[in-house]
């Protein structure tokens, strides 16, 4: 069974540091592309940052030099560090794993940036 679990939401002040945290399991998570997604109310679900099986990686304009994603294979995990936090960073996060035809989407995890 395929399980993406997030973790790492918080409240945080703006200006704030966030690490989140993806692991992933059932998946042979090396080949796959990682990826984060965010979901604000009343917003559509929007890339914030990817990075493929060669660890290219690739961020939305609104958080470039701001967030990093990275991976970690031998722990199956990947992680959004999130620096500078705006208050329009205010969302749940989502874990999604991509290899055409198969993507796996986590629960999410709550981040608030409010002062």
């Known amino acids: 069974q395929v399980q993406l679990v997030e973790s790492g939401g918080d409240l945080v002040q703006p200006g704030g540091s966030l690490r989140l945290s993806c692991a992933a399991s059932?998946?042979?998570?090396?080949?796959?592309?990682m990826e984060w997604y965010r979901q604000a109310p009343g917003n559509q679900r929007e890339l914030v940052a990817g990075?493929?099986?060669?660890?290219?990686?690739n961020y939305a304009d609104s958080v470039k030099g701001r967030f990093t994603i990275a991976r970690d294979n031998a722990k199956n995990t990947v992680y959004l560090q999130m620096n500078s936090l705006k208050p329009e960073d205010t969302a749940v996060y989502y874990c999604?794993?991509?290899?055409?035809?198969?993507?796996?989407w986590g629960q999410g995890t709550q981040v608030t940036v409010s002062s």
């Open positions: 999604h794993a991509q290899m055409a035809p198969w993507d796996y």
């Open positions: 059932g998946i042979f998570f090396r080949i796959y592309t």
């Open positions: 990075i493929s099986s060669t660890s290219s990686t």
